[in-house]
C-alpha cells in the first residue's frame, strides 16, 4: 500500500506577448520529472531510464506528437487573448482594498470573529 502522485502540467511560456510562445508538457511521477516536450523540439525527451522508455512511446504515435504540437495555438496563444484583457489591461485600475477587523461576540467568550471586507474589485 502506499500513495503515488502522477502529474502532466502544462506550461505556456510567453516571449514577447504572444509573438514567440512555448509549450511544455512535463511527466512526474512520485515528484520526480521522467520526461517532458517542448513545442520547440517537438519530440518528448527522457530524463530518466524509466522517463527515456515514456518518450520513446509517445513519439511512436506522430498523431498524438502533433496533438502535442499544437497546443502552442490550442492551448496557449488561445487562453492569452482571451485573459488578456482581464490580466493585462486592467493594470491601469485601482487594485482592491482588503481589510481584516476582529469583531467582538457579545454571546461568547474568547477572542471574538474576524471580518473580511474586499471593496473595488
Known amino acids: 500500500t502506499g500513495v503515488f502522485q502522477v502529474m502532466t502540467p502544462d506550461e505556456c511560456h510567453f516571449i514577447n506577448g504572444s509573438g514567440r510562445v512555448r509549450f511544455v508538457e512535463r511527466l512526474i511521477y512520485k ?3 521522467l520526461a517532458m516536450l517542448e513545442s520547440d523540439v517537438g519530440l518528448f525527451v527522457g ?3 524509466s522517463g527515456e522508455k515514456q518518450a ?3 513519439n511512436s504515435d506522430p498523431a498524438r506528437l502533433e496533438y502535442y504540437r499544437a497546443a502552442v495555438d490550442r492551448h496557449c496563444r488561445h487562453n492569452y487573448e482571451v485573459s488578456t ?3 493585462v489591461e ?3 485600475e485601482p ?3 482588503v481589510s481584516i477587523s476582529l469583531m467582538p ?3 461568547q467568550r474568547g477572542p471574538g470573529r ?3 471586507s474586499v471593496l473595488d474589485f
Open 114 to 116: 474576524r471580518l473580511c
Open 105 to 107: 461576540s457579545s454571546s
Open 31 to 33: 515528484r520526480e520529472q
Open 47 to 49: 530524463d530518466t531510464p
Open 56 to 58: 520513446q512511446y509517445l
Open 85 to 87: 484583457p482581464f490580466l
Open 90 to 92: 486592467r493594470r491601469g
Open 95 to 97: 487594485a482592491p482594498s
